[in-house]
């Protein structure tokens, strides 16, 4: 069934019937609600169809336990309650389509698995093909020896077919009895009470938790079913093996590979030819990817255009598999030179880095001598084959070996490939190195591919949603395990950015000035990090758009913008103190007015002169050679800001902000006065409007000292 099928994860919240339709049908999860509302219509506009105690109830197979017709009814209308076979009939009947379902083999009784059916609703023709596969499965992996606890519900995807099925479509076709399991018949049943021979009901047992499964308001129950380890191992094909093979007698490879000839494996001819024949003369199938499953003493061959694009690239080769962790130290690679020249035999090369060139082995005295080949041979004449040796990291005794050529003219115009062979007996995967609990279910390596479609996505989005995008879309054995797959693969991300920028994970902080530091070597926008003994360093941020803008729009007098500065209180620990500018080249359409860009910008821990000298006397370097008389500069009057910049655009004109000064002259009458008043209005317009008359300031002053002073 997997070989065709491809299971898709549904979030296992109670609404996974649900979701798992949505998915189907829609191409997304999120319509579940949509899909549970139409059961729930159908539930009770034909209650006949639903109730137990009815003749024309849906599920005439009595060992399969069913709920009351208020008990289905009243989850159906429950966001999280979980869904039983009758809601699969009804969600049948309001889609007006079939719904296949596929229970995996079982053991615990013979005979046709009722769960594996094809369920038509209410007046849904039998005609019809089924809308989606539904499987039957577990939302957790079962620990070593354990029963199954069927409590989850997926789509299978065909994989011959597109993801989203138009449920339309369908009607008027034929429907293909056996295509739910080659190992299970498939048994048909009929919402008005009618049946096919042999015709049998599956039940719904989604989210049941649990040893044993029952149903309240039934004496009936049913144990639960446990996974029969030989059902899947019932096909096989038996292959006869020499060094040569026969072209001619192409057969399917089965999903458990084909079997090794001998304990030794196969000879380098046989890969040889394996690897360079062309795709049509091969005798087994290639598959895309290493299958799933038991892998014992037996060889696959695979598809290698992901690697041939990865090491263009400059990535490692990756060779995916479902056997858990592989052991590092004790795995290695090699490489080894073959001359071969069309329709003849192997010869096996060494090169000699030091001679630069290839050579044939030959025994002098005992030792081992290398002679150069005379003439050397062509590049293309040459066959390298590499090889991959590992262990499992669960047992010595399981071993894997993963060979594949270099392209030479032997393999052009045709898909690079690799031949992988386990040697051994298959062994249950280990635990993740650095897991503490013995007992937590085995470590699957997550796919190269699936990690790099994770990166890609948090370009853009967080993890948890990249989470349930992947395991939405992508087959169930390749999706992530949980959601720490993520984040790790988040987190390494992070880390290779601070590694590439020269900034790093700040713990203290040396490692924050150090991380300041390096970014001035990385980072255009910082352009000077001043350290100065007992003070936090200080940074200064600019482009060189923004200085070239300073000298374009600040340097006239007349016509030009101010170019004014401001420290500011609240960005944290750091003062910042920012440069702003008007654009005079743009205008805004609304006001007409100038827009305010950003200039270089001074980051600090202190605001004395000597801090401010740092970044005054650095924007004077700047812009030396251009006239400072032109220049005005603005400030909100802080004495330590306005002695720095005197000192180093002595000639520039200092403007102080009307804004800041109207604030400091009220607090100043606030102090003095006590309150606002209205002597204190009326100083504050003389003080600042220049509209007024002589004798109206003067009267105004001499009010503001009477009350003052006298």
Request: aromatic residues 10%; negative net charge.
């Given at each position: 069934m997997l070989e065709t099928m491809s299971p898709r994860a549904t979030v296992g919240d109670g609404n996974c019937a649900y979701r798992a339709v949505s998915l189907a049908l829609f191409g997304d999860q999120s319509h579940h609600t949509y899909v549970r509302l139409k059961a729930a219509i159908e539930l009770m506009d034909h209650p006949m169809y639903y109730d137990n105690s009815s003749a024309n109830f849906v599920v005439a197979d009595t060992q399969i336990p069913t709920d009351s017709y208020s008990k289905l009814l009243s989850d159906v209308l429950t966001d999280g309650a979980y869904a039983e076979i009758t809601h699969l009939y009804a969600i049948s009947a309001a889609l007006e389509s079939p719904l296949q379902s596929y229970?995996?083999?079982?053991?615990?009784?013979?005979?046709?698995?009722?769960?594996?059916?094809?369920?038509?609703?209410?007046?849904?023709?039998?005609?019809?093909?089924?809308?989606?596969?539904?499987?039957?499965?577990?939302?957790?992996?079962?620990?070593p020896g354990a029963q199954l606890k069927v409590n989850h519900l997926v789509w299978l995807a065909d994989l011959q077919k597109s993801d989203v099925i138009d449920v339309d479509a369908s009607h008027g076709e034929s429907v293909v009895a056996g295509d739910a399991s080659s190992d299970a018949s498939v048994a048909v049943a009929h919402a008005d009470g009618s049946s096919a021979p042999h015709?049998?009901?599956?039940?719904?047992?989604?989210?049941?938790?649990?040893?044993?499964?029952?149903?309240?308001?039934?004496?009936?129950?049913?144990?639960?079913?446990?996974?029969?380890?030989?059902?899947?191992?019932?096909?096989?094909?038996?292959?006869?093996?020499?060094?040569?093979?026969?072209?001619?007698?192409?057969?399917?490879?089965?999903?458990?590979?084909?079997?090794?000839p001998n304990k030794g494996g196969l000879s380098t001819l046989t890969v040889v030819n394996l690897l360079t024949a062309d795709a049509a003369q091969l005798p087994y199938q290639v598959f895309s990817s290493i299958p799933h499953g038991s892998k014992s003493n037996v060889y696959f061959l695979v598809k290698n255009d992901c690697n041939v694009t990865r090491r263009q690239a400059g990535k490692q080769a990756a060779f995916d598999d479902d056997c858990g962790a592989w052991n590092s130290q004790c795995a290695g690679s090699a490489k080894f030179p073959y001359l071969r020249t069309e329709g003849s035999s192997l010869r096996r090369l060494f090169w000699i880095a030091s001679q630069g060139k290839y050579c044939r082995e030959m025994k002098v005295d005992k030792q081992r001598v290398y002679v150069p080949l005379e003439p050397q041979p062509a590049d293309d004449d040459v066959l390298t084959l590499?090889?991959?040796?590992?262990?499992?990291?669960?047992?010595?005794?399981?071993?894997?070996?993963?060979?594949?050529?270099t392209l030479t003219k032997f393999t052009a115009g045709i898909s690079d490939r690799f031949v992988v062979v386990y040697f051994g007996e298959h062994v249950q995967g280990g635990c993740h190195g650095h897991c503490k609990d013995p007992s937590a279910p085995p470590f699957i390596l997550t796919p190269a591919a699936t990690m790099e479609q994770i990166a890609d996505k948090l370009q853009h989005n967080g993890a948890s949603q990249v989470y349930n995008d992947v395991r939405a879309t992508d087959d169930i054995a390749d999706a992530p395990r949980n959601m720490r797959v993520v984040q790790n693969k988040k987190a390494t991300l992070a880390r290779s950015v601070r590694q590439a920028t020269g900034s790093r994970a700040c713990h203290n902080l040396?490692?924050?000035?150090?991380?300041?530091?390096?970014?001035?070597?990385?980072?255009?926008?910082?352009?000077?990090?001043?350290?100065?003994?007992?003070?936090?360093?200080?940074?200064?941020?600019?482009i060189d758009r923004q200085i070239a803008e300073l000298k374009g729009f600040c340097f006239d007098r007349n016509?030009?913008?101010?170019?004014?500065?401001?420290?500011?209180?609240?960005?944290?620990?750091?003062?910042?103190?920012?440069?702003?500018?008007?654009?005079?080249?743009?205008?805004?359409?609304?006001?007409?007015?100038?827009?305010?860009?950003?200039?270089?910008?001074?980051?600090?821990?202190?605001?004395?002169?000597?801090?401010?000298?740092?970044?005054?006397?650095?924007?004077?370097?700047?812009?030396?050679?251009?006239?400072?008389?032109?220049?005005?500069?603005?400030?909100?009057?802080?004495?330590?800001?306005?002695?720095?910049?005197?000192?180093?655009?002595?000639?520039?004109?200092?403007?102080?902000?009307?804004?800041?000064?109207k604030e400091n002259c009220t607090r100043k009458i606030d102090e003095l006065i006590g309150c606002a008043s209205t002597q204190c209005r009326s100083l504050l317009d003389a003080l600042l409007c220049s509209l007024m008359s002589r004798s109206e300031y003067v009267n105004i002053m001499s009010a503001f000292i009477n009350l003052v002073i006298l």
């Open positions: 229970m995996p083999p079982m053991s615990i009784r013979g005979g046709c698995d009722p769960y594996t059916c094809i369920v038509i609703g209410r007046g849904v023709r039998m005609t019809q093909s089924p809308a989606c596969t539904l499987m039957w499965t577990s939302c957790t992996v079962p620990t015709a049998k009901p599956v039940v719904d047992v989604d989210d049941l938790p649990g040893e044993t499964q029952s149903v309240a308001g039934s004496d009936a129950s049913y144990a639960e079913p446990v996974l029969d380890q030989d059902a899947s191992d019932d096909l096989t094909v038996d292959v006869s093996h020499a060094d040569g093979y026969d072209a001619t007698a192409a057969v399917n490879t089965p999903s458990q590979g084909i079997p090794l590499v090889r991959y040796y590992t262990t499992s990291a669960a047992s010595n005794n399981y071993k894997r070996r993963v060979t594949y050529i040396a490692d924050e000035v150090q991380s300041v530091i390096n970014m001035a070597y990385n980072d255009s926008f910082v352009r000077q990090v001043v350290v100065t003994a007992g003070k936090v360093p200080s940074v200064i941020l600019y016509h030009g913008s101010v170019l004014g500065f401001d420290k500011t209180y609240n960005l944290g620990a750091m003062f910042v103190t920012p440069s702003v500018y008007k654009n005079v080249a743009l205008n805004r359409t609304r006001t007409g007015d100038n827009p305010l860009f950003l200039g270089p910008i001074f980051v600090h821990s202190h605001s004395d002169t000597n801090t401010y000298n740092q970044f005054f006397g650095h924007l004077s370097g700047l812009l030396m050679g251009c006239d400072f008389q032109q220049l005005r500069l603005g400030s909100d009057d802080e004495q330590a800001m306005c002695k720095s910049m005197k000192h180093f655009f002595s000639s520039s004109s200092f403007l102080t902000c009307s804004r800041h000064l």
